[in-house]
């Protein structure tokens, strides 16, 4: 049985910088695309970014395009979310995610789900 585990969330001031880790077990992460979304209250699940099973090539929001990195070490079957610049407008609940098929940007499409680690950016 597969299981995401995110963390590294937190509260944070506007501005300010957090990493997000997702930690799978029961599946080796390098047979999977691996993603980011989150969803704010009242509001649908969103894409935030993709990468691809050997990290070389990723994909972003338009919305954190330039303020977040997608990685992944797949020896240690881990994928981060190193996020700049953090404004009010990113909190959210952060979910990882897995998929075997290539990079997609809408979440009924994934397979695997974490529970989540919430994101709050005070301005």
């Known amino acids: 049985q597969v299981q995401l585990v995110e963390s590294g969330g937190g509260l944070v001031q506007a501005g300010g910088s957090l990493r997000l880790s997702c930690t799978a077990s029961g599946r080796t992460i390098s047979m999977d695309t691996m993603g980011w979304f989150r969803q704010a209250p009242g509001k649908e699940r969103e894409f935030v970014a993709t990468i691809s099973r050997t990290g070389g090539s990723t994909y972003y929001a338009d919305s954190v395009k330039g303020r977040f990195t997608i990685s992944r070490d797949n020896a240690k079957n881990t994928v981060y979310l190193q996020m700049n610049s953090l404004t009010p407008e990113d909190t959210a609940l952060y979910f990882c995610?897995?998929?075997?098929?290539?990079?997609?940007?809408?979440?009924?499409?994934?397979?695997?789900w974490g529970q989540g680690t919430q994101v709050t950016v005070s301005s």
């Open positions: 995610a897995s998929r075997s098929l290539p990079s997609a940007v809408i979440p009924r499409t994934w397979e695997y």
